[in-house]
């Protein structure tokens, strides 16, 4: 027989333990990242993810001219003195994106020179069409670099690596090399495997998705980007207590409050991006930039392409009378009643419950009912227009029916 109680005892001292440490941990902003090669994705195209933390929570999509090639780039709204991409793909199928790094910097290049990576991201975009290309950016980039981070990068030729970088040096792991991603993925949070052993932080966010993905792929399962959104940007799963929030209900009972520590989405939690990128052979503007504006449990992906150039939906992008875009201040309306507390250590604790709930109301819950909707009117769109001109006309009649869902259900949400 179970027993129930030293079961329910167990849970109460692993959630006081969680409780007291998280009170004295002090915040630092980062993100988890994966790069996925075809061999575990459902159309056998490469694909990588990037869940963004930051101190700036409102993000936007944006499309640049570079210096050789076109790119949309997701961004800060407030605008920056120096132009700055947080990850962004450009015509050429090229694709970039960073988590921050604590264990690599080995000099004494001071804070004020440090900081670089979207500068950094923003001008490879506009010069890169291949790997190659960037390993050569790198090798040519004035020093120090001013970055202490680790890059994720797939392009349109196969090709598909994370490159720890510091002011001096870059070190690339092949996503593709079956000795260094033998199940043909890699996981990266904010340390590097080259680096300092056991220095660095993100460790318990790394068990966190590799956990999910291992799982997900010891059942037979493919990724795809829908999965990636729903099973790692809006988990709740905790891998150092082995719990799941939305599957151990008793966690959250009475106020419904939880803290917010080393899950993998969270407060400082800006977007989410998935890059599905094509197969070698295939035109790169096919490359899709999946998007979540602001905090993932209350927002949705909405597909963007480069082929598209200045003409984003415009609830992606910088609005008439806003720097922010529409998509993300409709998440940010929601999100401020999950983080309803502000006094005191209130700002470390969110309402779950009002994310998900034993009722089917939460938050969440509506959200990935209307994203599944999204991708069921995204994929076969996406299909017909491969290979094909933009069709300006084709593109906004598709984003104007996307936003009505998406309108008419944050509508019910807000009320």
């Not at 080995?106 to 069409?129: N, Q």
């Not at 209130?346 to 709930?357: D, I, Q």
């Not at 009722?359 to 599944?372: N, P, R, V, W």
């Not at 936003?403 to 509508?411: K, L, N, P, Q």
Request: charged share 25%.
């Amino acid at each position: 027989m179970v027993n129930l109680k030293g079961m329910y005892m167990k849970k109460a001292v692993i959630f006081l333990i969680f409780l007291f440490s998280f009170l004295f941990v002090t915040d630092v902003y980062c993100c988890t990242s994966a790069i996925i090669s075809g061999k575990c994705t459902k159309d056998g195209r490469p694909l990588m993810w990037k869940h963004r933390d930051t101190g700036e929570l409102n993000n936007r999509v944006e499309y640049f001219k570079g210096k050789k090639y076109g790119f949309l780039a997701l961004v800060d709204s407030p605008e920056s003195d120096v132009p700055q991409a947080w990850a962004g793909t450009n015509s050429e199928g090229f694709c970039i994106m960073n988590t921050a790094s604590y264990n690599l910097k080995d000099d004494d290049v001071p804070s004020s020179e440090m900081d670089k990576e979207g500068v950094l991201m923003f001008k490879a975009l506009g010069e890169c069409k291949t790997l190659e290309d960037f390993e050569r950016f790198l090798d040519r980039h004035h020093r120090p670099i001013g970055v202490e981070a680790n890059f994720g990068v797939i392009d349109a030729f196969g090709g598909a690596a994370y490159y720890e970088v510091n002011n001096n040096s870059w070190k690339k792991l092949d996503v593709n090399d079956s000795k260094t991603a033998p199940q043909g993925y890699l996981v990266y949070t904010n340390h590097s495997f080259t680096g300092r052993f056991n220095q660095g932080m993100g460790y318990i966010r790394y068990a966190n998705a590799r956990h999910i993905i291992e799982q997900h792929l010891a059942e037979n399962r493919l990724i795809t980007p829908e999965w990636i959104f729903s099973d790692l940007s809006r988990s709740f799963y905790h891998s150092l207590l082995n719990i799941d929030l939305v599957k151990d209900s008793m966690l959250v009972k009475g106020s419904g409050f939880f803290v917010d520590q080393d899950f993998i989405p969270r407060k400082s939690t800006s977007a989410s991006i998935v890059f599905a990128g094509v197969l070698e052979g295939e035109n790169p503007l096919n490359t899709v930039m999946w998007t979540i504006l602001g905090y993932p449990p209350v927002s949705v992906a909405v597909p963007l392409f480069v082929k598209a150039a200045e003409n984003q939906p415009s609830f992606m992008v910088k609005g008439s009378e806003s720097e922010n875009a529409l998509m993300c201040d409709m998440a940010l309306r929601l999100k401020e009643n999950v983080f309803p507390v502000k006094r005191g250590n209130g700002e470390k604790y969110f309402n779950f419950s009002l994310l998900y709930n034993n009722h089917g109301t939460g938050y969440m819950q509506a959200i990935q009912s209307l994203e599944k909707r999204i991708f069921d009117k995204s994929v076969p769109f996406i299909e017909k227009v491969r290979d094909k001109e933009y069709d300006s006309a084709a593109f906004e009649d598709f984003y104007n029916d996307l936003f009505a869902g998406i309108e008419e259900v944050y509508r019910l949400l807000e009320d």
